[in-house]
């Protein structure tokens, strides 16, 4: 039951080239971030028409999730659950990673991500999830209080380094 004008719902075929909006400003935005750049990079191909329109349709894997204000698509979010078992369904117990989780900064602190983490929820439940776990970037700190706020804990720090062309300067 809604109770605003916000909402979430999964996404449709025909969202395909408003979440490639979203989707390019996620990147646009992360690239200004630190880490971010590395971030994006990974996220590009997941982002165009062809791979959403694909992840759409690959509803054993993948889960897109829009937030909506007023009908309006303005958030997605992209989760990814593990492949199926040969006998069945997806393993109890398992952890589904949301790799995307963005709402257009005009559209932020209305309540989209909180509709659109509720619908994250009750999807992972349903296909037999025990946790959720969702990426955020070292110093943003608005994303950290939202996710905690949210019953989020920090559970892994992932540390980074490129690797240089050339000769090997750590041997």
Avoid at 3 to 25: I, K, N, Y
Wanted: proline fraction near 8%.
């Amino acid at each position: 039951m809604a109770v605003g004008p916000e909402g979430a719902r999964l996404a449709r075929p025909r969202d395909t080239g408003r979440l490639a909006e979203l989707g390019a400003a996620l990147t646009a935005e992360l690239g200004a971030a630190r880490g971010g750049a590395t971030r994006a990079r990974s996220l590009e191909p997941l982002l165009t028409r062809a791979s959403l329109r694909r992840c759409i349709a690959e509803t054993d894997r993948w889960a897109v999730v829009v937030g909506t204000y007023d009908g309006t698509v303005t958030g997605l979010a992209l989760v990814e659950h593990p492949p199926k078992k040969s006998s069945g369904g997806t393993p109890e117990g398992h952890v589904a990673l949301v790799h995307v989780l963005y709402v257009e900064p005009g559209m932020r602190e209305v309540g989209i991500g909180g509709a659109i983490l509720a619908e994250l929820v009750r999807l992972a439940s349903d296909r037999g999830a025990t946790a959720l776990d969702v990426p955020a970037l070292p110093g943003d700190g608005s994303t950290k209080s939202f996710l905690e706020g949210a019953g989020f804990r920090a559970r892994l720090l992932v540390m980074h380094r490129p690797i240089p062309k050339g000769p090997n300067p750590w041997t």
